[in-house]
């Protein structure tokens, strides 16, 4: 058997990956979508019950028909085309575009519609397609044409310029004779004002997918199809040159095949929405300012099916709006279920700038107060966000009157009962943002709002933002009380409060929290019928919870997961299902935390549930991303191990047996060329006698009798991924496990457990017991390890070379390396200080720096920078979002300054993590030449051994010997 070849960088490129996946309605069909790194991918479509099966190459967005016959796609152009365009730097006219993919499964029929620039199907029901496409594309500039040809039209061109000169002279003749006065325009003539050009829109095309009839709309700017296909509202723009032609709105019924112009004469209308009944529309519109305007106001409008247009239901200019509010244009319109309601937005009556000001002479500034909620970097990231900021209001279209339901005092409320409830849920952080700045725990207080009348009775005064539920049918509102570490239900009819899981004795929060913040709750599986049960998770089961508080809570799964050590969750196959039924079979995903095995199992609610044990439904891969048919059990599912990650078939009733699962993709059979990888799970004891656990990483072609270099790499808790199929690619940051192992690596990749003050002891707790007992195998050359980790685990290892010399090498990817520093940051992607890090969360120093400023110093770098021998390379580029890049400079400059043998590589404009797959190439190369130099005693490449100079730079990268 030939020996297998190593894994290099030439490899990535073409490696595959699942991205879309789906069914169709009855389970008949399938389809996903196979993709590269970088290239060209393609649509898989195949019958779920013979061998019929379609490639297409670059087709996405995929979706099916909901009649189950059609199968719709975008196609993009070759990525070598595009390359090219970008490359000769082509303008959007230039530029390949999409194409439109229609099969019809049964027939096998295929047709291709080039220049298409969107499509919609139904959201859930119908057979309708509509599909817009592009403006003709420009010609070239030098179209094909003959000699001859090119040659007359000069001379037109020639003859054009002769009319224009003579009529020059002969007005300048005039003016000689009768005076300058002959060349002004005529007093009292009106000049007309020039009709303000728009950009036009291009022609829709609506089929029926059942008959095959087909309307054709001219100027279609945007479209929308209702959710369930009975109708669909599109807009059109006027034509720039017919001065007659004005924007219009045109209500296209399916029920009656007619077309009806709605609406018309306006600049802008925008946030169509439809009832579920198909026989409403909403939007809003602007009508006279102009296209550039700074200040836009406004109307709401609604139109009834049958009706001869759109009336208007509000306006900007309104008294009863309230003063300094208007008509959101940014908030998404919607009915309640039953049609009786509307739901949009007002806004705050924004200033805008004063364009009479000199821009070069008015002053540039931020001012920052300490009375402000947010920090000013924080107002600046979300700035165009909060310029979109709307209050929920509601329109009653029975009683034709309105309720604003939000304000500055309650900035979220979301209703029940899809919209027809009378009772709503509302948060409001107002008087506990600034504290966020050093908790972070997204406090809000809670209210029970009265969609009726708008009244508001707050219910708590503190619960964790993202805990907040209100029951589908607006009965319950609950939340987690972190205080009392349980789960607090308020009964919207009666305006009490309960305990719910009071009775429950387990643990409902996650009791491997280690940071000094409250730790979370496990969540919440769903609801019964009309809110009769809450359904809550504790670390291994499901209970069963009445939210009135009068009958105890029952464990669903009778205790099995906790006695067998797996976790049990529900998989949510449909997302709109509001409720739990009885009878109904739900999907279980298990855990097992023993052996880190998944498996799957159907469970019927209201049976008794299994006593089996658990040994024969965990298997050693992981199982997860279901996705069903809305009509039948047919299911997809991914299925990964170490060695393989696949889409799988199977159905609802019977995949707890992986007998019954079917193979749909076979990716990647290249990887049978190279060699590969094995994994291991190993515990051991720490320094601190407790057990360890991590993931020991080999060669496929491993062999006991030789001497192996091992990387350590880490961040916080990975043991649980022991059944991850590892991909190669160009690394973001850190070491990618399947290119070190196809090379003659081992890695190692150690929990790491925390007390809180001390996270750089136990880094050295965690990982040097890890390179202690793995020292004691003697395929590990002890004399060449290395240390990889990025952010969190780039300042574990900074900090971990200061306190031991074991280690021939380590790489630090952006790393603080100054704790009484960073703790003043700012996270400059979101513009949140990083006080809470160090006070509440990953960071676990628990306090202030003022408090224990000794614990800052003690567990930063910096100040044990003269202990350093280890080699280091770091990454650190100067746009990180995350950790502030003078962290890497603090610790490069010292080690420097030291003589300590040390690098930085800066991507410039990379962020925390790097982006461009450029950059993230060249990374994973010069990584790997540290590791080779260091670990293997390859040579030294140029930019470690000389640098590269800024006069050198974009010339020479410095990757060669």
Known sequence: MAQKKPLDHSVYDQWQSIGERLLSADGNWLAYTVNVQEGDGELVIQSSKDARKWRVPRAYQAAFSHNNRFLVARIKPFFSELRKAKIAKKGPNETPRDSLYILELDKGYEQRIPDVKSFQLPEKAGNILAYHLWKPAALPKENAVDSLTRLQDLLRRADSLNLVADSLRNRANEARIKGMQSLQPA??????????????????????????????????????????????VIELSKKNSDTLSEAGLVWLDFLTGKADTIYRVFQEAKLFAFADAGDQLAFVVQKDSAAKALRKYYQLYHYTRGTSKATALLNSTMADLGKGKVISPDFSL?????????????????????????????????????????????????????????????????????????????????????????????????????????????????????????????????????????????????????????????????????????????????????????????????????????????????????????????????????KNKVTVRNEQLDRDQRFIATGQTLLFQLFDHASKGYGWMPYVTGTAFTNQPAGSMIHPFIVDGAVKAKTSEDLLFIQQSPAALNLYAGRLTTLGDTATYRPVSSLNPQQEQYNWFTVELHKWKMLDGKTSEGLLYKPENFDPSK???????????????????????????????????????????????????????????SVVSAANYLSRFRFVDSTKMGLQGHSWGGY????????????????????????????????????????????????RIGASLWEKPTLYIKNSPLFRADKVKTPLLMLHNDKDDAVPWYQGIEYFTALRRLGKPVWMINYNDELHGIIERRNRKDWTIRMAQFFDHYLKGQPAPKWMKEGVPATLKGIDWGLGY
């Open 187 to 232: 007093r009292g003539v009106a000049t007309k004002p020039k009709r303000e050009t728009v950009d036009e829109g291009t022609e829709l095309v609506v089929r029926d997918l059942t008959t095959g009839k087909e309307w054709r709309h001219k100027l279609v700017v945007e479209y929308k199809l209702a959710d369930y296909g009975q109708a669909a």
């Open 334 to 562: 919607y009915f309640s279920k039953d049609g009786k309601r509307l739901f949009f937005g007002l806004a705050p009556d924004r200033p805008v700038k004063d364009t009479s000001l000199v821009d070069f002479e008015t002053a540039k500034l931020d001012v920052w107060n300490y009375q402000d909620d947010y920090l000013q970097p924080q107002q600046l990231v979300t700035l165009a966000t909060d310029l979109k900021k709307s209050w929920l209001s509601v329109w009653d279209l029975e009683k034709k009157q309105f309720i604003q339901l939000a304000d500055d005092s309650c900035e979220i409320v979301l209703p029940a009962d899809e919209g027809n409830g009378q009772y709503a849920v509302g948060m409001s952080s107002a008087g506990l943002r600034i504290e966020q700045q050093w908790k972070m725990d997204g406090a809000v207080r809670v209210f029970r709002v009265d969609t009726r009348t708008g009244q508001r009775v707050q219910i708590s005064a503190r619960a964790s933002r993202s805990s907040v539920r209100i029951s589908p049918a607006g009965k319950y509102i609950v939340w987690y009380d972190a205080l009392q570490k349980q789960w607090i239900s308020y009964s919207c009819i009666t305006g009490t409060s309960t305990v719910a899981t009071r009775a429950i004795k387990f643990p409902l929060f996650d009791e491997e929290h280690d940071t000094p913040s409250d730790a979370p709750p496990h969540g919440i599986m769903g609801w019964k019928k009309d809110d009769e049960k809450l359904y809550v998770y504790d670390k291994y089961d499901v209970w069963e919870v009445d939210p009135a508080g009068k009958q105890p809570p029952v464990m669903l799964t009778n205790g099995w997961g906790r």
């Open 707 to 765: 001497k192996y270099p091992v990387i350590f790499y880490f961040y916080e808790k990975n043991a649980d991924r022991r059944y991850n199929y590892i991909e190669p690619m160009p690394v973001r940051a850190s070491v990618n496990i399947a290119y070190y192992t196809s090379n003659g690596y081992l890695v190692f990749d150690p929990n790491i457990y925390y007390k809180t003050g001390q996270p750089g002891e136990d880094a050295y707790n």
């Open 796 to 843: 574990q290892i900074a900090y971990l070379i200061t306190r031991t010399n074991k280690f021939a090498a380590a790489e630090a990817g952006a790393p603080v390396s100054n704790m009484t520093s960073a703790y003043g940051g700012i996270r400059w992607g979101t513009g949140i200080s990083r006080q809470f890090q160090y006070e509440k969360t990953q960071s």
